[in-house]
């Protein structure tokens, strides 16, 4: 099984700045990774897929990159909205595995 | 547009099992996947089978083989999960969620909250 690796677990920003959130695969993933949000009492909800491909109805201020082992989920200016928790998943192996998540707070 | 809606929260005794239902509309139900993912109280997303409603044919994560089951009734479109022999480690939010391409999951139900509970 694929072991996904999230960093940092919680990242303190404040609002209009810019996050970098890490998600690390044990083995290469190629490019099917994806990326999801979640709000407290939520469930979660896609962002990204194809390791950079944004979801429908997603905002521009959300990019993904990378590819094989390493990802990186970026939002440009963060808006009180975006505070949440970020899960990256893999599915290129079976079977599909999550990150622990990273919590994105406001500093 | 496309609904999962999930049956509603469960209390259940150790040794017991639960069977949680995913009822979908918006879509032919038989075009796409149904995974099932559990999520503890304060911890990340745990994925545990997924279903292929058209078929019927299912997969299930290791740690849950011989737990679960993953069923349908293609006439009411609706997926069910059925998880036996629960033990307080149990005690969690299910979701049932849409797989695209049998890959990402792009539409999820609201949850169901599974506790056990002597």
């Known amino acids: 099984e694929i072991v996904m690796t999230q960093s940092p677990a919680t990242l303190s920003v404040s609002p209009g700045e810019r996050a970098t959130l890490s998600c690390r695969a044990s083995q290469s993933v190629s490019s099917n990774l994806a990326w999801y949000q979640q709000k407290p009492g939520q469930a979660p909800r896609l962002l990204i897929y194809?390791?950079?491909t944004r979801a429908t109805g997603i905002p521009a201020r959300f990019s993904g990159s990378g590819s094989g082992t390493e990802f990186t989920l970026t939002i440009s200016s963060l808006q009180s909205e975006d505070f949440a928790v970020y899960y990256c998943q893999q599915y290129n192996n079976w079977p599909p595995s999550f990150g622990q998540g990273t919590k994105v707070e406001i500093k | 547009q496309v609904q999962l809606v999930q049956s509603g929260a469960e209390v259940k005794k150790p040794g017991a099992s639960v069977k949680v239902s995913c009822k979908a509309s918006g879509y032919t139900f038989t075009s796409y996947d149904i995974n099932w993912v559990r999520q503890a109280t304060g911890q990340g997303l745990e994925w545990m089978g997924w279903?292929?409603?058209?078929?019927?044919?299912?997969g299930y994560a290791q740690k849950f083989q011989g737990r679960v089951t993953m069923t349908r009734n293609t006439s009411i479109s609706t997926a069910y999960m059925e998880l036996s022999s629960l033990r307080s480690e149990d005690t969690a939010v299910y979701y049932c969620a849409r797989g695209d391409a049998s890959s990402w999951y792009g539409y999820w139900g609201q949850g169901t909250l599974v506790t056990v509970s002597s």
């Open positions: 194809g390791a950079s």
């Open positions: 279903m292929n409603p058209n078929s019927g044919n299912t």
